[in-house]
């Protein structure tokens, strides 16, 4: 049965960092620009668990385990080539990486494996049927909420995306200019798409 998971734990005495970290430790552990802190703000937070509430029955059976925390330790096995044992036993035994899970306490529950493959193997037969990626359509909800955060807009494009800089290693500006029209010319002209006028006068600054 479908069920959203809480977006906000609760500490124990016992077991949270607090009670586990002090000094410098502490400090880097709570530190916001962490890697940690950030995948987990970032990525694990910004998860929308309703994208997968297909893969489950709305009405019936037992609660499923926290998506946001399958989804995220899928994202780190990948990003990390790690295999799957790894990743559980990093999840388990590694405090940054299940602060990045948004598993605060040392004791907090994990998924068990049965129900990682399960999870993953919905996915991939739900793909199958309705041809769609509920991975992508989750990265993609993300990347949108970034970009309205951050303020980044896609209709504007850096120069150094172009390997302006590389380039002009190379060639002088001017070089450039003229490759780039030498290229233009060659193309349009095999596609007959100039005047007689026109090919002339472009004859003519190609030769310089």
Not at 7 to 20: A, H, M, V
Not at 22 to 29: F, H, Q
Not at 144 to 156: H, I, L, N
Request: charged share 25%.
């Amino acid at each position: 049965m479908f069920k959203k998971s809480s977006e906000s734990g609760q500490l124990n005495i016992f077991t949270s960092p607090r009670s586990l970290f002090s000094g410098n430790s502490l400090k880097t552990y709570e530190d916001d620009h962490a890697w940690h802190n950030q995948f987990r703000k970032q990525v694990t937070m910004r998860i929308d668990e309703n994208i997968f509430r297909p893969l489950y029955c709305l009405d019936n059976g037992t609660p499923n385990a926290p998506i946001r925390v399958l989804v995220a330790m899928m994202v780190l096995k990948e990003a990390e080539g790690l295999s799957d044992q790894k990743i559980f036993e990093n999840c388990r035994f590694n405090m940054l990486v299940r602060s990045a899970l948004g598993l605060h306490n040392a004791d907090d529950p994990l998924p068990t494996e049965s129900t990682y493959y399960l999870f993953r193997r919905r996915i991939q037969e739900y793909a199958k049927e309705e041809n769609e990626n509920l991975f992508e359509t989750a990265f993609a909800q993300i990347t949108k909420d970034q970009c309205a955060e951050f303020e980044v807009s896609g209709k504007r494009i850096r120069m150094d995306s172009k390997l302006l800089g590389s380039n002009i290693a190379w060639l002088s500006r001017y070089e450039l200019i003229h490759e780039t029209l030498r290229l233009f010319y060659n193309q349009v002209k095999q596609a007959g798409q100039l005047g007689k006028t026109t090919e002339d006068r472009f004859d003519e600054l190609l030769k310089l």
